[in-house]
């Protein structure tokens, strides 16, 4: 089964900084999800990738899996990037599923 | 944009009382889905639901939980006798995909008392 680690589990930067949340998961996957839960609970999906790198606006994830490891980076943070970012890759081997496991979460704030 | 609803946002219920909580995935999606997040808690998943029949589902969901899809747009999870355990948020979502990206509604709270 796999486990899901995130760090750090709380992170404040100033307006403007570059972020960097990292997830890193025991069990190899055919996808990781990075989610963006809202101070008022919904959640968003962000990305969901197998390889390399991708990006939407001025947020870029990466992933390798080889050190089963992936990265969201935020670049020019801003207040409204404020929320947690949750980091879910699918619970069984090799898995084809979205039978999820979820990290803890990365709780953002972003301070003007 | 297609999004997932779910209703209600919030339901108080009595422990012993069952509830119904309602969701409408995308309407081209085939893969349904719920988790839930208890107060201060990892998400997790309870449920995935295809061809009108559940292909996965967790420890978590035992035979108090059942899902079904009525109508062909509604998406439920019912919970038959409440515990004071089940109180958390409750997530519906929807992928095209089994592996696809996932569509979430905004949550439907609930409280057992």
């Known amino acids: 089964k796999n486990e899901v680690e995130q760090s750090p589990q709380n992170l404040t930067a100033q307006e403007g900084e570059f972020i960097t949340i990292n997830c890193s998961y025991s069990v190899g996957i055919s996808a990781l999800h990075w989610l963006q839960q809202h101070p008022g609970g919904g959640i968003v999906s962000l990305f969901m990738?197998?390889?390399g790198k991708k990006k939407h606006g001025r947020l870029i994830a990466t992933i390798n899996i080889q050190e089963k490891h992936s990265s969201l980076h935020i670049t020019a943070s801003h207040p409204r990037d404020s929320a947690v970012y949750i980091c879910?890759?699918?619970?069984?081997?090799?898995?084809?599923?979205?039978?999820?496991?979820f990290g803890t979460g990365t709780l953002l704030a972003v301070q003007p | 944009e297609p999004e997932v609803t779910q209703t209600p946002s919030h339901q108080v219920t009595q422990m012993g009382q069952e509830v119904i909580l309602r969701c409408v995935p995308i309407?081209?999606?085939?893969?349904f889905y719920w988790y839930r997040q208890i107060l201060g808690q990892k998400v997790e998943f309870l449920v995935s639901f295809y061809n009108n029949e559940i292909s996965e589902k967790s420890e978590i969901f035992d035979d108090q939980f059942s899902v079904e899809r009525p109508d062909g747009s509604n998406f439920t999870l019912k919970i038959r006798s409440t515990k004071l355990e089940d109180s958390a948020m409750y997530f519906c979502a929807s992928s095209k995909g089994v592996t696809g990206e996932l569509f979430f509604g905004e949550g439907s709270r609930l409280t057992v008392l």
């Open positions: 879910a890759v699918p619970e069984g081997v090799g898995g084809a599923t979205n039978k999820l496991i």
């Open positions: 309407s081209n999606h085939l893969y």
């Open positions: 990738l197998s390889s």
